[in-house]
């Protein structure tokens, strides 16, 4: 027992030091990009400034309480943080696992920590490019072809934050195929479970929808849509590599 717990000494201490890395790296990454804050909502503000511009209109973007300016600033700085941290962390995760791998695992395990992050970006870039300024589009539209009279004034806290949640459900949603494909090496799943379940899958996917994003139906679709053709793309990736591992 003695022995056991002596040897789990040198992991814990090799876990503490990289989650000392981790913390750090995200400290810098916040102040990094809290001295940027302007930028990047200027940045993260295109979309919308965009469509106001094609509807002939343009407001100052508005704060409804004298802390709103140093929330916001707070707010980018820690989504820009994490949003650099997440693939470090990745990065010590698989510095930490790697020695205890084998070799077909660590190859497996190397190729799931690159798409990652890149299928977190992909989901993310797909929002803010075609997501966002189709659903603000549909909004102010709606808006106008109301019998009120209205006046839109974009408030940066509320827009910061249908932003975030926008991009974070984005980018998350995107990494199916990676667990779709993590769960079939594990023998959990196969390409023919994963059809056989495909019409629960597809209700699923746009209850989820409905969940992250606003209460429209387009942002709705424009979410499922990818979702669904995602989960199709992994199926034919899990018969591929079962077709590889018949063969091999």
């Given at each position: 027992m003695k022995r056991s717990i002596e040897s789990l000494i040198p992991h814990v201490q090799e876990l503490k030091k990289r989650l000392l890395k981790?913390?750090?790296?995200?400290?810098i990454s916040f102040g990094l990009c809290f001295s940027y804050a302007s930028r990047l909502f200027s940045g993260l503000a295109q979309p919308l400034e965009m469509v106001l511009l094609n509807h002939h209109s343009t407001q100052p973007w508005v704060?409804?309480?004298?802390?709103g300016v140093l929330t916001t600033h707070v707010e980018i700085g820690f989504f820009g943080a994490l949003c650099l941290t997440v693939p470090y962390i990745e990065w010590q995760i698989w510095q930490f696992i790697s020695p205890g791998l084998l070799p077909h695992e660590k190859s497996?395990?190397?190729?799931l920590f690159l798409l990652c992050p890149f299928l977190f970006l992909l989901g993310a870039f797909f929002c803010y490019r075609y997501v966002m300024p189709m659903t603000w589009d549909f909004f102010i539209t709606f808006a106008e072809s109301s019998d009120l009279k209205l006046q839109f004034l974009p408030v940066?806290?509320?827009?910061?934050?249908?932003?975030m949640k926008f991009i974070f459900a984005f980018g998350l949603c995107f990494q199916l195929p990676l667990f779709m494909v993590l769960l079939s090496y594990l023998?959990?799943?196969s390409a023919a479970s994963f059809s056989n379940i495909r019409r629960f899958v597809i209700v699923g996917i746009f209850i989820l929808a409905a969940l992250l994003t606003p209460p429209d139906v387009l942002s709705q679709i424009l979410?499922?849509?990818?979702?669904?053709g995602?989960?199709?793309v992994s199926i034919l990736?899990?018969?591929?590599?079962?077709?590889?591992?018949?063969h091999a």
């Open positions: 981790i913390v750090s790296f995200f400290l704060y409804t309480n004298l802390s497996f395990c190397r190729l940066m806290n509320d827009y910061l934050h249908t932003s023998g959990i799943g979410l499922a849509l990818p979702l669904w995602l989960y199709e990736l899990i018969k591929l590599k079962e077709k590889r591992a018949d």
